[in-house]
């Protein structure tokens, strides 16, 4: 037999696939030892054949198998080949995916322990032996007892000695390493309400592949999520559950662990390497039948998929932002049509693209209007901060959020702060009246470029001077650019000087359960005042959290991309959920100076479907997506003169491909990208707007003809940033 193997070598460019002889009964997907270069390396096989196609003179045999199940099963074997060639990706890297890395480097092997284990042999022991004799009566009433620990107790000598006479065996058992081992206890089960019942029934019911359940926040679609993993593993079958945040998997691990014990298990990028991989095996094994994780939980080493589940599913986490340049929701789709499993996709506010399936009937969709117990919903009151600046007040605080801060501080309350900061990206908005500069041909918002004191659109690549008046008003204060961490909590410890405030944001989150820890100990009511960015708006349950005060709404609702009116909405209706979960009622104070913006005016009424129209129409008449595709041809180099050569062949051959596709391209134009540099490496871009995915593959044909060692072409679907 041949076996088709992928070296893996860590920072080389090797993707090719190699043949070695191999025994007749090694299985794809397995580890091997493989002869490279004139050393031993690892490799996975990829494939098997009774054939070779070299001569036979030329094939080295295998030098090793690994003795445990393959780890890369059939269907991830064949998904490999599918995320290789729908994202233009080498094969080793595409297969580097489904492997935690410590694995692949061989760096973390599993850990054994010694356990003397009682036999019940009959022997004498002399009575001199006194040490032996203590020892025999402590193991045959324990039955086993870690071999090093007993040594320990009763000496080496004895304890070998009833080795020896055969009293005990010594036995090596693999321990496992397990993460967050000292997480709450999540709450028990509960009794379904009527809305969750129907829900289920027509997940179960329904025919589609796709399920989108549209639920306000707090409607209790975590509780339908662990019923569809229950009815799944009841089956025989196993479940993977992506939620969009790190931070976000200890607490659905808890409650995933209360439910089906050992059965869950978790990837997180955050755990140390021997839990990693630990946790991976587990679920290799069949052992642990649930993945819990962020995105690349859905290569997780299941068989034999019931559902799969994306919590928030509108999260733009879900698409990764570096190569391989995959989605994880499309991912998520390619195996649940192989193993026939449900795909269910959770949001309080699908994406557009989601929703307008659900609606198209694409995706059988489910609707759940009401809070749990009819708990209202959040009343969100909006402070115009137009009006603060003409009163002098230049704190980040409006008149309204102190107060209601004070009123939440006095009740003994908690409040969540919340900084709407994106990048570092910054707008032209008056202060005085709420104007914003826009671009005239695409209807986005231009952004600020400080080194050529220039307004851009990332859509088109035009320019426009820097204005220093507001054209509507006058003012001056045009320059946007939102307000900082340090600066809210330091202007809240002068309004408040008792409250105990905690921070989190990049800065003060590192480690593993960074974030963990402080959403403990705000769980565990130590502060009053929660000061963060986007990392606390999404999932979190903190029943006594009453106010919730959104300082820059016009962060996100300005932001140079045509999705930020989406964003906007969404961020306020996830923010605006964490407030008033328990039983006193929330409030909400929403920061602005666009006070009559459209999308404020609905997410102030978390009226989703009128928003969903409005920004649906817009989509269709400026032709966004998804009603075009938005492709980014970037091309990167050290050398600005090869990185040039490049994009003039690029542009070349996608303008030969515009000739002879009518109608497909909706805008194109070559230029610097917004950001011109970085990290040393100069970056040019072609930027189009496509009618469809006609031309995709032919696009990436042409990113991969025009990569070379030294500049780096890729291709970008639809980017959460455009910079
Ligand atoms: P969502 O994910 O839709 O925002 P959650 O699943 O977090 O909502 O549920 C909101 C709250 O309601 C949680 O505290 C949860 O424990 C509770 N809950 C969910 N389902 C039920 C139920 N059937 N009976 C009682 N409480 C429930
Ligand atoms: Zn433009």
Request: net charge positive.
């Amino acid at each position: 037999m041949f076996a088709q193997v992928i070296v893996d070598i860590a920072h080389s460019q090797v993707d090719k696939i190699f043949e070695y002889s191999c025994p007749d009964n090694l299985k794809a997907g397995s580890r091997v030892k493989v002869p490279f270069g004139g050393r031993e390396i690892d490799g996975f096989v990829i494939g098997v054949s009774r054939t070779s196609a070299y001569p036979a003179e030329k094939i080295k045999p295998v030098s090793e198998v690994f003795d445990e199940p393959n780890a890369i099963i059939d269907e991830c074997l064949s998904l490999m080949q599918s995320i290789s060639s729908r994202y233009r990706v080498p094969k080793a890297a595409a297969l580097r995916l489904f492997l935690p890395s410590e694995m692949r480097l061989g760096k973390v092997r599993e850990v054994f322990k010694r356990y003397a284990v009682y036999t019940g042999a009959e022997v004498k022991l002399s009575a001199s032996a006194k040490k032996q004799k203590e020892a025999f009566e402590f193991i045959s009433a324990n039955g086993e007892w870690a071999y090093a620990d007993l040594c320990d107790k009763f000496g080496r000598g004895a304890v070998d000695a009833l080795a020896d006479k055969g009293v005990i065996k010594a036995e090596k058992r693999k321990l496992t390493r397990s993460p967050f081992s000292g997480l709450p206890e999540g709450g028990a089960e509960k009794v379904l309400t009527p809305a969750q019942k129907t829900a289920l029934e027509s997940i179960e019911s329904s025919e589609k592949r796709v399920h989108l359940i549209h639920g306000v926040t707090g409607s209790g679609k975590t509780e339908i999520y662990l019923n569809v993993i229950a009815r799944e593993i009841e089956r025989g079958k196993t479940a993977i559950f992506l939620v969009p945040e790190i931070s976000l998997t200890p607490q659905m691990l808890s409650q995933l662990r209360a439910r089906f014990g050992g059965a869950a298990a978790i990837l997180h990028s955050g755990l140390s390497a021997g839990e990693r991989f630990d946790e991976w095996w587990r679920l290799r094994s069949g052992e642990a039948k649930i993945a819990i994780g962020a995105r690349s939980a859905i290569f997780a080493p299941l068989e034999n998929i019931g559902a799969i589940i994306i919590d928030e599913e509108h999260d733009s986490s879900y698409s990764s932002e570096s190569a391989p340049r995959y989605s994880a929701a499309e991912v998520a789709l390619m195996r649940a049509e192989y193993n026939g499993a449900k795909l269910i996709l959770g949001s309080a506010t699908p994406s557009v693209e989601s929703y307008v399936k659900a609606k198209d009937g694409v995706y059988n969709l489910i609707t759940l209007t009401e809070r749990i117990n009819k708990k209202p919903l959040p009343e969100i009151i909006i402070a115009d901060m137009r009006k603060e600046v003409k009163r002098g007040n230049n704190t980040a605080f409006s008149q309204a959020l102190r107060e209601e801060l004070d009123q939440t501080l006095k009740c003994g309350n908690q409040a969540i702060i919340f900084l709407n900061r994106r990048g570092y990206s910054r707008t032209v908005m008056c202060r005085d009246c709420g104007y914003v500069a826009k671009c005239e041909n695409c209807d986005v918002t231009l952004t600020y470029h400080s080194e050529e004191n220039c307004l851009k659109c990332h859509y088109c690549g035009a320019k426009y001077h820097m204005l220093s008046s507001c054209p509507e008003c006058g003012g001056k204060h045009v320059l946007y650019s939102g307000t900082g961490t340090q600066k809210v909590v330091s202007d809240l410890k002068t309004l408040f000087p008792k409250a105990r405030i905690l921070r989190m944001d990049n800065d003060t989150v590192s480690g593993k359960d960074g974030h963990y820890k402080i959403l403990k100990q705000f769980g565990e009511r130590q502060a009053d005042i929660l000061v963060g960015t986007q990392m606390i708006a999404k999932g979190h349950d903190f029943p006594s959290v009453t106010l919730v005060g959104i300082l820059d709404a016009d962060m996100s609702l300005h932001f140079s991309d045509y999705r930020s009116g989406e964003r906007t909405f969404q961020l306020i209706t996830q923010v605006s959920g964490r407030s008033g979960r328990a039983d006193d009622k929330g409030k909400v104070v929403l920061q602005t100076c666009s006070p009559e913006n459209y999308i404020l005016r609905y997410a102030v009424k978390y009226d989703y479907s009128s928003f969903f129209e409005n920004e649906i129409s817009i989509r269709k008449a400026t032709l966004f997506p998804p009603y075009s595709l938005i492709c980014r041809v970037m091309v990167t180099s050290e050398s600005q003169e090869a990185a040039l050569e490049a994009l003039k062949g690029v542009y070349f051959d996608i303008e030969k491909l515009r000739a002879n596709n009518h109608g497909q391209f909706i805008f194109m134009n070559k230029m610097h990208s917004p950001v011109k540099r970085i990290q040393g490496k100069h970056r040019f871009q072609v930027l189009m707007r496509l009618a469809g995915a006609q031309v995709l593959e032919q696009i990436y044909d042409v990113a991969v003809r025009y990569s070379s060692g030294s500049v780096l072409v890729y291709v970008e679907e639809n980017p959460t940033n455009l910079s």
